[in-house]
């Protein structure tokens, strides 16, 4: 299973108004990765916001998320967090985004939250979830991390259960035994990993990887879909070496008698910006009292974003 945050200790005052957490916290969402998060920031902004003199500083994610011309939703932010921490010189900023191809659909439009204590930013994180009336806000840490998910994979016959899931990790730990590109990757690259004897760092990672099954509705009466989420290990952190050992293990096929397992696109969760669950099965949408309902948006497209660019390239 995915680790759970830690314990919290930071509660928002009930006079704010708020979802609160159920028992045990808010669910975690150990599918988003810091390349994930800052995907769409142009690498000018990236460095305003990567200087050293900015201080504490936590990066917050908006459900239903789009960028805002007028900075009006990051002032509502800002004048919320305020009200819960004692904090004047707090600043919720937006940033200038991109898109790497004019097909992409569910681009990310983080916020950088900065003017914070250390202890602030902390309890920021770990709290993770601000769900007020108009808005819910998820704060991730300004620090590069990494998750375990690696990928979804699609085309077995398989049931959606721990039998289902036991096969396809078996087949995944099978090929990346096997493939010569992935041990030489795990050899060159392991500042995630324990320091251990050099043959052990690909069996440690294989040894760990496992599988869980998600079933999408089919529409108009057809057949559910199963496809099943792998969690494995990033032997690194540093997030263009991660970006590379994605792109390695995606690349990948995985055979197996059932069929043949391809990566599909990974999801992208419009709640919590999860990458291993569509909206519609949210955890957060199950939580009681939750609140917030996708908007109503423009139908035409032609108001998305800073979409000027095309195709931009992928960011190392
Ligand atoms: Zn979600």
New binding site residues.
């Given amino acids: 299973m995915p680790v759970f945050p830690p314990l919290r200790s930071f509660s928002i005052p009930s006079y704010i108004p708020h979802v609160p957490p159920p028992l045990g916290g808010f669910p975690p969402?150990p599918s988003v990765s810091t390349n994930d998060i800052l995907r769409h920031v142009t690498d000018e902004y990236l460095s305003i916001w990567g200087n050293s003199e900015v201080g504490p500083r936590v990066i917050g994610l908006l459900s239903y998320d789009r960028p805002e011309a007028d900075a009006s939703k990051a002032m509502e932010v800002a004048s919320y967090l305020r009200s819960i921490f004692d904090c004047p010189h707090l600043v919720v900023g937006a940033a200038e985004y991109k898109r790497y191809a004019p097909s992409e659909t569910r681009l990310v439009f983080p916020l950088l939250i900065s003017g914070l204590s250390a202890e602030q930013a902390k309890d920021l994180v770990e709290y993770g979830c601000f769900a007020a009336p108009s808005f819910t806000l998820f704060c991730s840490p300004w620090e590069p991390f990494v998750t375990d998910y690696a990928f979804t994979l699609q085309g077995y016959s398989l049931s959606a259960d721990e039998d289902g899931a036991f096969v396809v990790s078996t087949v995944v730990q099978k090929t990346l035994q096997e493939n010569l590109s992935i041990g030489r990757f795990v050899q060159a690259h392991h500042d995630n990993l324990p320091d251990l004897p050099p043959p052990s760092y690909l069996s440690l990672v294989v040894d760990n990887i496992y599988a869980e099954p998600i079933t999408l509705a089919a529409s108009g009466g057809g057949v559910d879909r199963i496809l099943f989420n792998v969690y494995i290990i990033s032997p690194t952190k540093i997030p263009a070496d991660h970006d590379a050992w994605l792109n390695l293990i995606r690349g990948l096929r995985y055979r197996h008698m059932t069929g043949c397992g391809t990566v599909a696109s990974p999801f992208s969760?419009a709640?919590?910006?999860?990458r291993d669950?569509p909206?519609g099965?949210?955890?957060?949408t199950d939580i009681a009292g939750w609140h917030l309902k996708p908007p109503t948006r423009p139908a035409s497209n032609t108001t998305r974003g800073h979409g000027r660019g095309g195709f931009r390239g992928r960011r190392n």
């Fill in positions: 969402t969760c709640v919590c910006f999860a669950h909206t099965l949210c955890r957060y």
